[in-house]
């Protein structure tokens, strides 16, 4: 079946975690809530979320807002490295500190990225099937939701670096036949009272 219908897709970094990362605080709990609230009515199909507890527990908190939506675990929606340049990709003038600053993420999270990277291009963007539009929510990590934004701007493939989103943060990507894809939304935290909107972001972005 030919791809003839909108797919809407609703991307949100978990809510804030815990210094071991292993569970969400109070306030990362409150923006999982809170962003659930605001999905109400949005006719979701569903929800993926990648394995880590942050956003596990993340999606649950959100789920808890919508009932009936199913809910789904995806490798692909995981944290990791979606793409690491060579220097010749970089701009001259901030290759090193890039570069630097990938090399100091695990292996792992580097090696098996760009092809996870390519598995949720394709689970999760382009046009669906059929002619009823798709609504559906990814709730996952800074990286990857840089890359599908990098992805959908037709941007260099280095340029998810800079790309950053706050906790809770939601950003909407549309996919129509025939066109370009949409940037709807970009990091929103409109759900989010002042004192829940800036954690996940370093010092220096707080604005």
Do not use: C, K
Request: no cysteine; aromatic share 6%; proline share 10%.
């Amino acid at each position: 079946m030919t791809a003839t219908a909108a797919r809407y897709l609703y991307l949100a970094r978990h809510g804030e975690a815990s210094p071991d990362e292993s569970e969400l605080t109070d306030r990362g709990r409150r923006q999982a809530a809170l962003l659930g609230a605001r999905l109400r009515g949005t006719p979701l199909a569903e929800i993926s979320h990648g394995p880590l507890p942050r956003a596990a527990q993340t999606a649950s908190l959100i789920s808890d807002q919508l009932p009936g939506v199913p809910v789904t675990l995806s490798e692909a929606a995981g944290d990791y490295v979606p793409h690491v340049p060579t220097r010749d990709e970089l701009p001259q003038d901030s290759a090193t500190i890039l570069l630097d600053r990938l090399a100091a993420f695990p292996a792992d999270e580097r090696e098996r990225g760009p092809a996870l990277a390519r598995a949720a291009l394709d689970r999760f963007t382009g046009p669906v099937e059929g002619d009823t539009p798709r609504h559906e929510l990814v709730v996952t990590h800074n990286f990857l939701i840089g890359w599908l934004v990098r992805a959908a701007l037709d941007a260099p493939a280095w340029r998810w670096l800079g790309l950053n989103h706050t906790n809770a943060g939601l950003t909407v990507i549309r996919y129509a036949p025939g066109r370009p894809a949409s940037l709807l939304l970009y990091n929103d935290t409109g759900h989010l009272p002042p004192e829940l909107r800036w954690t996940g972001l370093p010092p220096e972005l707080h604005v």
